[in-house]
């Protein structure tokens, strides 16, 4: 398995312009989650989808961020308008089923917003 | 609210031994993970524990105290790529990841 695909990897972007984000998860997981990885914050959940049904959006920042999974083999998280704030490593991760299972991580896309 | 505790920074010596500790308070306790993470790559398991002891696994054991809501990761015979980031995470009573700042983990030869 080529494990959680993440795109692009490198995204530098001028502030106002929308981004966007692409992860495929395992093939069978039902669960996909989005992380922002700050120095300041650490690892933050955005978002989580099990089955393609958003489950928990609470840790979406505000209204700019919002993010779909149309099928179990693709998500999207978009900004738009981004900021400079919004300058982070987001991170896709996905695992079989809830509970005491291990998340496996993709590579991370490193967004820079001028 | 739930925290997560372990120390910002540590430094060890290539073949000596380390451990990293994490305490936490959290909504319930559904089991405590530990992530390694190399600078610029992602999070990669390395343990998981949820009944109290010692989980070994070669060089990495972790052990866990429910009743003092602690844990710790022991690194043996340390290696220069064991310098990284070592997260400790617990899972909450709704299963829900509870994540620790992580521990910086230099390893000088």
């Known amino acids: 398995d080529a494990g959680v695909i993440q795109s692009p990897r490198h995204e530098v972007t001028e502030m106002g312009q929308e981004v966007t984000l692409r992860c495929k998860p395992i093939?069978?997981?039902?669960?996909l989650f989005w992380y922002r990885q700050t120095m300041m914050r650490g690892l933050e959940l955005l978002i989580y989808?099990?089955?393609?049904?958003?489950?928990?959006d609470s840790g979406m920042p505000e209204d700019r961020f919002s993010a779909k999974m149309p099928n179990a083999s693709f998500s999207t998280l978009k900004i738009q308008p981004s900021e400079p704030r919004d300058s982070a490593v987001y991170f896709c991760?996905?695992?079989?089923?809830?509970?005491?299972?291990?998340?496996?991580f993709g590579a991370g896309s490193r967004l820079t917003v001028l | 609210g739930q925290n997560i505790d372990q120390p910002t920074e540590m430094t060890a010596t290539e073949g000596a031994i380390v451990q990293i500790n994490c305490t936490y308070q959290?909504?319930?306790?559904?089991?405590l993970f530990w992530y390694q993470q190399h600078a610029g790559e992602a999070p990669t398991f390395l343990s998981y524990?949820?009944l109290d002891g010692l989980e070994e696994k070669g060089r990495f054991s972790s052990f866990l105290s429910r009743s003092k809501g602690y844990s710790y990761l022991l690194l043996k015979e340390l290696q220069m790529k064991d310098s990284a980031s070592y997260l400790c995470?617990?899972?909450?009573?709704?299963?829900?990841?509870?994540w620790g700042a992580g521990t910086k983990l230099i390893i000088k030869p």
């Open positions: 991760a996905s695992t079989l089923t809830s509970g005491a299972n291990v998340l496996t």
């Open positions: 093939s069978g997981h039902d669960y």
């Open positions: 989808f099990n089955n393609n049904v958003p489950i928990d």
């Open positions: 959290t909504s319930g306790f559904n089991g």
């Open positions: 524990n949820v």
């Open positions: 995470a617990v899972m909450d009573s709704n299963y829900q990841l509870i």
